[in-house]
């Protein structure tokens, strides 16, 4: 993109959040629409479905953002959803999920081999788990996605050098999941391996052609796959190290642990030839004008 297309700070920052704030208000049962219809949600699922609103707003709105603020023509094939060919974006998904299989055998095997856990295999797993691991790697990874290593990146690399927004991105992305949570030096591996993560996100866009298929895919993949392997086909075992499986106790985050830091750091040397590069943009961008 242009340099002097640069959408202000202001609205870069006021933008999710306000359309996070707007979900929240929807779903909320005072006044609004979604709690008069459905009364009955647990204040966690009326947080769920705020969230889900916000990225029905997210999506509707992001064309009007690029338009304005980036002075782009063709929103969805600048933020990398839009693929030269289908074929094209399904041989990215599958490449990212196959990097998210293989990242999760290299921390089942560590478990394993370490006495930390006792496989159980398919049987374990049931049609129910099944669907939520499939919802989770469309949703999280998809959501996350478009989010981070679309919208946001693209934003940052209107103000900022291609290495700094990159990592600028993947700073963003690691501080607003609860890391802190788990406390002490967890909390310090936790951070760390989303920031990782955050990294070997955005350099699968860059090594993709841009497309943001293959992040969703190892994103999502890494969710939902991990989901699947607590759910039914791995048991955790108590004598399991926190270095090892990472921080969390009953329900660990393998990111923030040795393996999953070895792991991800491995991607992001893997991926050392487009570290600096610019993510390729399709088109230039049409006018010059901040929002």
């Not at 338009?67 to 600048?78: I, K, N, S």
């Not at 890494?222 to 499986?245: D, I, K, R, T, Y």
Request: hydrophobic share 55%.
């Amino acid at each position: 993109m242009a340099p002097a297309c640069r959408p202000r700070w202001i609205g870069t920052l006021l933008y999710v959040p306000g359309l996070y704030g707007l979900g929240w208000l929807l779903s909320r049962p005072l006044g609004v629409p979604l709690g008069g219809l459905a009364p009955g949600l647990r204040p966690d699922q009326l947080d769920l479905a705020g969230a889900v609103l916000a990225l029905a707003l997210l999506l509707l709105s992001l064309p009007w953002r690029l338009r304005r603020a980036w002075g782009c023509g063709q929103p969805w094939r600048q933020l990398g959803l839009r693929a030269p060919s289908w074929p094209a974006a399904a041989k990215a998904l599958l490449r990212g999920l196959v990097k998210a299989g293989a990242l999760l055998a290299l921390v089942s095997l560590a478990l394993l081999a370490s006495g930390g856990a006792r496989w159980i295999g398919p049987a374990g797993l049931g049609g129910a788990e099944l669907l939520n691991a499939l919802a989770l790697v469309l949703g999280v990874g998809f959501a996350e996605e478009v989010l981070f290593r679309g919208w946001l990146w693209g934003e940052l690399q209107l103000r900022l050098r291609p290495a700094g927004a990159l990592l600028a991105q993947a700073l963003v992305f690691a501080l607003v999941h609860p890391w802190a949570r788990a406390g002490g030096w967890a909390a310090v591996g936790l951070l760390g391996g989303l920031i990782l993560l955050g990294v070997a996100l955005g350099l699968q866009r860059r090594a993709d052609g841009g497309l943001l298929w293959g992040a969703i895919g190892l994103h999502g993949g890494l969710v939902g796959g991990w989901f699947a392997l607590q759910a039914g086909l791995l048991e955790l075992l108590p004598q399991a190290p926190s270095w090892l499986a990472g921080p969390g106790g009953a329900n660990p985050n393998p990111i923030g642990g040795l393996v999953g830091w070895t792991g991800l750091a491995g991607l992001v040397l893997l991926r050392r030839p487009w570290w600096r590069g610019q993510t390729p943009q399709p088109e230039p961008p049409l006018r010059a004008e901040g929002s």
